[in-house]
């Protein structure tokens, strides 16, 4: 599951690496004694070489001082004269890392309380109720005869491509979606680039490695067949404007211009994944119009792909399944905290996400995996969380264009590019 931590390799920052303020430390370094007892907990590191040799060469604390450690890093933020915003991140960040700390020392968690301590939201079920409106529209988009799981199967199937054909149409796609971030982020140069991996054995679809200086790996996972109508959404979520655009201006604007070293490290089962998966989760609707996504895959990709679709009925396709998003959540809370068992979980995971067998079997993987089983939740809750946040209204009764919306939308989501929030902080804002 773990990554090789790699080093920046790209030229295109001119200044050193920054060194880190003494709180900064004291967060990396918890950071690195994680890594060694959670392998993986580290997403990624840009920041002093330096720092991360001499943790790794030192013992490793034993995980009573590694709480010692980050109850004191906590108190330590508490009395720190620092912005409040970036008060508000560390001590979220930090407490993620204090809950990791509290399970190594064997204290006992409810699922529900992990995934609160871990991530600063709260794990609700999805009522079932929405999920059979949600099948019940499905049933009336979905071509053909049959079931609807049936329908749901083939229609998926008829979008599977081979891996030869995947890799120059998700080149073509990458394209397509950095000119259409670049257009409204100009912060974001063209420095930037992304390497393409095709690979397998992974609990994930698709997985950004961000390597550092504006530079990412996204993985392509070929356990299960490639779909067509899969790749847009994947490379706005992994590159742009999702997970490679956010590390990027963030470790620029935030670690290499203000010194803020937190963001000189990505974290795992910290708050930081709310923000990140939500921004990621969204990053097509912000770069697409309600229906243009389809129009584009079907005008530019499937016809050359000897794909046949109709962008009207794809968008309710699409549509109906956003509401799907959380089911794996519901399962989540079947299985860790009402006990369900692994084969009914799998049934749950047909049922309403109306998959086979064997890709809910490996969507149970993710579930199951010690590493990643709370981190689910970041998807639905903070795409929900984000897209309420960007849609709120300035004043009650307002009344904006579409374009006005549109440009206020955009100009949000490059605020949470940019910028340090909780998910906490967002919530506070849209009450």
Aim: hydrophobic share 40%; with cysteine; charged share 25%.
């Amino acid at each position: 599951m773990s990554q090789p931590l790699h080093s920046p390799t790209n030229d295109a920052f001119a200044a050193p690496v920054p060194p880190l303020d003494e709180i900064s430390t004291q967060y990396v370094t918890l950071a690195f004694w994680l890594e060694k007892h959670i392998p993986g907990a580290i997403d990624g590191y840009m920041g002093p070489v330096d720092l991360r040799e001499r943790v790794d060469s030192a013992p490793t604390p034993e995980p009573s001082e590694m709480l010692a450690h980050a109850d004191a890093l906590i108190a330590a933020i508490e009395g720190a004269d620092l912005p409040p915003t970036r008060v508000d991140y560390l001590l979220a960040q930090a407490r993620g890392m204090q809950t990791m700390c509290r399970k190594l020392t064997g204290e006992e968690l409810s699922y529900v309380e992990e995934v609160q301590s871990y991530f600063d939201v709260d794990p609700v079920k999805t009522p079932e109720s929405a999920y059979d409106e949600a099948i019940a529209a499905l049933d009336d988009a979905l071509p053909g005869d049959g079931t609807i799981a049936e329908r749901m199967i083939a229609y998926r199937q008829g979008f599977e491509i081979p891996v030869a054909q995947a890799q120059g149409t998700v080149r073509r796609i990458i394209d397509e979606v950095r000119a259409r971030t670049v257009a409204f982020v100009p912060t974001f140069t063209g420095d930037e680039s992304v390497e393409l991996a095709f690979v397998q054995d992974k609990p994930w679809s698709g997985y950004n490695w961000y390597l550092g200086n504006l530079q990412s790996l996204i993985e392509i996972n070929t356990d299960l067949p490639i779909k067509a109508n899969a790749l847009l959404d994947l490379m706005c979520h992994e590159g742009y404007p999702g997970h490679h655009t956010e590390h990027s201006l963030k470790e620029h604007l935030l670690y290499r211009e203000q010194g803020y070293g937190e963001h000189s490290i990505l974290l795992i089962n910290t708050p930081e994944c709310v923000i990140s998966e939500g921004i990621a989760t969204l990053a097509q609707s912000v770069i697409f119009r309600p229906g243009e996504a389809e129009a584009w895959q079907t005008s530019q990709l499937f016809a050359e792909l000897g794909i046949t679709s109709d962008p009207a009925r794809d968008g309710q396709i699409a549509q109906a399944q956003r509401t799907l998003r959380s089911v794996g959540g519901n399962a989540a809370l079947l299985l860790h905290q009402e006990g369900a068992s692994e084969d009914d979980v799998v049934a749950y995971l047909q049922a309403y996400n109306l998959s086979t067998e064997t890709e809910a079997r490996h969507r149970l993987r993710f579930l199951t995996d010690p590493l990643w089983r709370a981190y689910v939740f970041t998807y639905h809750v903070g795409r929900d969380l984000l897209d309420a946040w960007l849609e709120r209204e300035d004043e009650e009764g307002e009344s904006l264009t579409d374009d006005a919306r549109w440009t206020r939308r955009q100009t949000r989501f490059r605020e949470l590019l940019e910028t340090q929030v909780t998910p906490s902080a967002i919530a506070s804002e849209i009450l």
